[in-house]
C-alpha cells in the first residue's frame, strides 16, 4: 500500500518458565500510526511491550525495527535507536522536579523536534508543573510527565503502557489528547490499553489479545465484534 512499516513482529513467543504468555503474535506498526493493544487482564499485553522493549526474551519469532532484525539486541541500544517504553506505574524520580525528571531522565538523547519548549506547549499540563517535585504529583500529572519524558528522547516508536490505569476519565481524556500530534511528527505509537473505548477512540488500528493469541487485528469493528474478541467468542456479556 505504499505504508512504510517500522516495527513488523512475527510469530513472536514469549512466556514465564513453562509458562507460555504470547503463543505466536504478528502485527505491524506503519509509520505515524497509532496501533492499540487491548485484552483483558493476563492476555499478554504487557509482556508484548516487554518483548518489543527488549525488556524479555521472546523464545520464538522474530522482530523487525525499520527492517532489521532487533529481536535480541539490548533495551539500551533500542532505546537508543528510538524504541521508547513509558512503563505502567510511571517511574520517575520522586525527590527531582518535574524539569530535572525531563532533562535527566530521558532514556536517551536523540535530536528531533522535542525539546523542553516543544514539549511544554504540547502539554500545559507538565510546564504548569515544572518546579515542583515529582513525588508530590497527582498520578495523572505523573503520568504525563513520563509520556513528557519519553518524548524528550524523540521517538520513532512510542511503546505506552496502561496510560489510564487509575486516572480520572477527564485527566485520561487530556492525556490522550497529545496523541495525534505526537503521531503527526511521524512518530508510531503502540499503546496498551484495558479501556476498549478509550483505546478505539484514539487509534488506527486494534490488535486484542486473548490467553496470548490474537483474538482480532485490524480497524472497523463493532463492538459486539471486539467484545466477542475480547472476552473469546460464546461468553455471555
Ligand atoms: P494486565 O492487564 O493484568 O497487566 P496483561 O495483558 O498485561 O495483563 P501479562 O502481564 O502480559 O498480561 O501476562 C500474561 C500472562 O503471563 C498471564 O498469564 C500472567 O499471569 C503471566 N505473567 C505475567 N508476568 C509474570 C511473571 N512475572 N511471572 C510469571 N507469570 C507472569
Redesign the pocket.
Known amino acids: 500500500s505504499g505504508k512504510e512499516i517500522v516495527l513488523e513482529v512475527q510469530q513472536l513467543r514469549a512466556g514465564?518458565?513453562e509458562?507460555p504468555?504470547l503463543r505466536g503474535i504478528s502485527l505491524r506498526l506503519e509509520r505515524g500510526e497509532t496501533l492499540a493493544v487491548i485484552?483483558?487482564?493476563?492476555?499478554?499485553?504487557?509482556?508484548?511491550l516487554k518483548t518489543l522493549a527488549g525488556q524479555m526474551a521472546p523464545t520464538g519469532g522474530r522482530i523487525l525495527y525499520n527492517g532489521a532484525d532487533i529481536t535480541r539486541m539490548p533495551a539500551h541500544e533500542r532505546a537508543r535507536a528510538g524504541i521508547i517504553l513509558v512503563p505502567?506505574g510511571r517511574r520517575l524520580f520522586p525527590s527531582l522536579t518535574v524539569e530535572e525528571n525531563l532533562l535527566v531522565g530521558a532514556s536517551t538523547k536523540r535530536r528531533g523536534q522535542w525539546d523542553l519548549s516543544s514539549v511544554y506547549a504540547l502539554m500545559p499540563l507538565v510546564a504548569e508543573r515544572r518546579s515542583r517535585s515529582a513525588g508530590d504529583l497527582s498520578g495523572g500529572e505523573r503520568q504525563a510527565t513520563a509520556i513528557a519524558r519519553a518524548l524528550m528522547s524523540n521517538p520513532e516508536v512510542l511503546l505506552l503502557d496502561?496510560v489510564s490505569l487509575g486516572l480520572a476519565p477527564a485527566v485520561i481524556g487530556q492525556l490522550y489528547a497529545s496523541l495525534p500530534e505526537i503521531q503527526s511528527t511521524g512518530t508510531s505509537i503502540l499503546v496498551?490499553e484495558?479501556d476498549v473505548r478509550q483505546a478505539l477512540a484514539v487509534s488506527d488500528e486494534v490488535h486484542c489479545?486473548l490467553q496470548?493469541a490474537t483474538s482480532l487485528a485490524g480497524s472497523g469493528f463493532t463492538m459486539d465484534e471486539i467484545s466477542a474478541a475480547y472476552f473469546g467468542a460464546g461468553v455471555a456479556h
Open positions: 514465564y518458565g509458562l504468555a485484552g483483558a487482564n493476563g492476555a499478554g499485553k504487557s509482556t508484548l505502567e496502561e496498551v484495558q489479545l496470548g
